[in-house]
């Protein structure tokens, strides 16, 4: 019987973690532990809320009191560690909430998962879930033609240099749990992973907001020129490598996760603007004037792309989606799941985004 803590389980890529766990490890117990901030939704954990081996607790990661006592009374043998708080564009207008959950929150959960394990390591795993931003941009000098759009790729050696607020704190969190492996001799793991796309993403992400926009016909934002690019995975495989990585990768390692499959932010829009006039029935190019040019991210950083090729050779992992397909199963679900969206793009949602996009639409 493995006790594991998954924690933002309620977020996008977390539900998609919890859901595989639940499923695939009838004989484990799953506690999700988190803390529905704006983007925690556990209506995207209908389907399983009610096997016998789930079990929910809402409490905030940066409790530490809080932290060790769950650890406890659910006796813990494995952490994967996905809250965060996970915008880029949120962390440029509030760098305190992110440095606060994502360096302290996880600084917290490392040392209550200390604190319980208290050196029995033997069969006990951290496992920190983390971001390719870490890395910093890579250049565009291949800008023309298909992908890739560099010559150059991330590698789990890659130094690190993050440019956002939001970078620069998953960034920090990773030195802890690798400091908490150094020193203490934790057993730990931690992945970077390209940018997810999929079902149950919070609708202020670049895929799933540009759908819901182009279904109401409300102008679709492309910051600068559309011309970064971005390395894309579907968030199922993502869960897939966090399951192969959990149990059968090398402690105290880093894996990268991605699937070489990078495309310019404009060549992106212009798909989801064909797919989802497609299956709306609206004749091709209805949508095309809704593209919108407006200012620039601050540091915007200009190309991610992931060469997961260690987690290929070393545990056999790869993606089993190809993007055609993830996107045509991703627009689907949002038009098929208008409820879903509109209770998180009422209310609260509404303010954000009116004054995240004021002045620049
Ligand atoms: P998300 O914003 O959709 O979900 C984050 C979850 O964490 C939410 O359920 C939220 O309620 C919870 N949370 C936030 N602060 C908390 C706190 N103090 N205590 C407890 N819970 C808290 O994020 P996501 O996109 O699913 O990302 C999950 C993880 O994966 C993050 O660590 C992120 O950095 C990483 N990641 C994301 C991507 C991506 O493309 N989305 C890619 C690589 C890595
Ligand atoms: O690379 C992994 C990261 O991917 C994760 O660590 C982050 O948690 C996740 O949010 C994502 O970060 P990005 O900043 O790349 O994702 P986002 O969806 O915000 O933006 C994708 C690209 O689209 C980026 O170049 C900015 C651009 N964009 C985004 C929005 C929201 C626009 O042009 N217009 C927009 O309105």
Redesign the pocket.
């Known amino acids: 019987m493995k006790h594991l803590l998954i ?9 998609h973690v919890v859901r595989l766990f639940v499923n695939k490890y009838p004989e484990y117990r799953i506690v999700n ?9 556990l209506a ?1 954990l209908k389907d399983i809320e009610d096997k016998p081996n789930y079990t929910f607790v809402k ?5 530490y009191e809080r932290m060790c006592a769950v650890m406890q009374e659910y006796d813990i043998d494995g952490v994967i ?7 880029v564009d949120r962390s440029i207008k509030d760098p305190f909430t992110f440095a ?3 360096v302290m ?1 996880t600084l917290s959960l490392l040392q209550a998962a200390r604190q319980y394990w208290d050196g029995r390591w033997e069969g006990k795993r951290f496992y ?6 870490v890395y910093g941009a890579l250049r565009l000098d291949r800008p023309e033609g298909d992908a890739p759009y560099g010559s150059e790729f991330f590698l789990e050696t890659t130094p690190y240099n993050p440019h956002s607020p ?1 970078s620069a704190s ?1 960034a920090s969190s990773d030195h802890f749990v690798r400091a908490y492996h150094d020193t203490y001799g934790m057993p730990t793991l931690v ?7 999929g079902p ?3 609708p202020e ?1 670049l895929i799933p907001l540009f759908i819901n926009n182009i279904r109401h016909g409300k102008p679709l934002p492309v910051y600068g020129k559309g011309e970064n690019v971005r390395d894309w ?1 579907y ?1 199922v495989d ?1 869960a897939r490598a966090i399951d192969v990585i959990f149990h059968n990768g090398n402690i105290g390692d880093t894996y990268n ?1 991605g699937g070489f499959n990078e495309w310019k932010n404009i060549d992106i829009v212009k798909v989801l603007i064909r797919t989802v006039d497609r299956l709306l029935g609206n004749p091709e190019g209805t949508s095309d004037h809704l593209i919108t040019y407006v200012t620039d991210r601050a540091g915007h950083d200009l190309r991610y792309a992931i060469d997961s090729t260690k987690l290929k050779n070393e545990l056999g992992w790869e993606p089993s989606l190809q993007f055609e397909e993830g996107i045509e199963l991703t627009v689907r679900w949002y038009l098929e799941n208008q409820e879903w969206m509109d209770n998180i793009t009422s209310g609260a949602y509404e303010k954000y985004y009116a004054d995240m996009y004021r002045g620049r639409v």
């Open positions: 924690t933002g389980g309620a977020g996008f890529i977390g539900s532990l988190d803390a529905l901030t704006y983007a925690g939704n995207n409490a905030d990661i940066c409790d560690h996905l809250a965060a708080e996970s915008h606060r959950t994502n929150g920190h879930i983390s971001t390719d931003e939001y998953k992945t970077n992973c390209s940018n997810n796309y149950y993403q919070f992400k995975l968030v993502h996760i």
